[in-house]
């Protein structure tokens, strides 16, 4: 670390594709934290997870002001126990089988992902029942890059294993509580998803976006919206953006779509003068 620099590892996941969109995003983000504070930073995200050092009169409250409101990812597997309550993000979606896989920042001595195992999305899920893991991932909109609040079960050499933690148990539980469809924008900003609803003139058929993290955002719809018809008219104006619509028991099985973004590499923010 450079003489004077403080860092911290937040638990914000930021995935190559996303990245493509520049830096832009996050310095918005980081100049909002920073305001009223003497003090200079930079970010990158060299293994997806966003790094923020900070120097000057105020850098240490700075980071443990971001670290508060976004957590900090462990980094070496080291730092991960048996009961560790992690942010995590899902990954592997599209390998079907025994379960899910979920990374929650580890990258020291090497990148390494807990097992979200097929029994335990059962029992959290599905209340038990013998439903495979693609139908519980559709039906849960759980896609890649997708946040997650996990439970480390257990940890066998470098074999971590985990379950959601009542964070996101609750979440989804609240989801299934309304009849709400949902569409679970990934690689897109809270202002993006917002002005791509506002440009499509559906500003009453979507309730509200509620953030799931930084590159992440839940549309719920007005009752009697469906998720696929909102797609539809926003899919356009969101270029790059995964979105799954997260259906009612009353509605139809979930859609994906998933678009590529322009290429810009995200990189470091010059320290302010």
């Known amino acids: ?9 937040l638990a914000e996941k930021i995935s190559q594709k ?11 983000l980081l100049s909002r934290e920073a305001r009223g504070l003497k003090v200079d930073w930079e970010f990158s995200a060299p293994q997806e997870w966003l790094d923020v050092r900070a120097k000057g009169e ?17 980094r070496h597997h080291s730092n991960i126990e048996r009961w560790d309550v992690r942010r995590g993000f899902i ?14 920042g580890i990258t020291e001595p090497a990148h390494k992902d807990a097992l979200y195992p097929l029994h335990r999305m059962r029992a959290q899920l599905a209340d038990g029942a013998v439903t495979s893991c693609r139908e519980l991932l559709e039906e849960n909109a759980l896609t890649d890059d997708f946040p997650v609040k996990v439970l480390v079960t257990e940890i066998d050499g470098e074999r971590l294993t985990v379950e959601l933690a009542d964070e996101t148990r609750e979440l989804f539980a609240s989801w299934k509580k309304f009849p709400f469809d ?4 990934i690689g897109a900003t809270k202002d993006a998803v917002e002005g791509a609803v506002s ?7 979507v309730i509200k976006v509620e953030p799931l993290s930084i590159f992440a955002h839940c549309l719920v719809c007005k009752i009697g919206t469906d998720a696929p018809g909102v797609i539809a008219r926003i899919g356009n104006r969101l270029g790059g953006v ?4 997260y259906r009612t028991k009353i509605g139809q099985m979930p859609a ?5 973004l322009p290429s810009t590499v995200l990189g470091p923010r010059q320290p302010s003068a």
């Open 91 to 104: 990954i592997g979606s599209g390998r079907i089988g025994f379960g899910v896989y979920v990374d929650v």
């Open 199 to 205: 440009n499509a003139r559906i500003e009453y058929d």
């Open 18 to 28: 996303t990245q493509r969109q520049g830096p832009a995003p996050i310095n918005r």
């Open 242 to 245: 995964a979105l799954v619509s």
């Open 58 to 74: 105020d850098a240490d409250a700075f980071l443990n002001l971001l670290r508060g409101k976004f957590g900090e990812a462990p």
């Open 256 to 260: 994906t779509k998933t678009r590529h």
């Open 1 to 9: 670390m450079t003489e004077g620099w403080q860092e911290a590892t």
């Open 182 to 185: 949902r569409v679970i924008a």
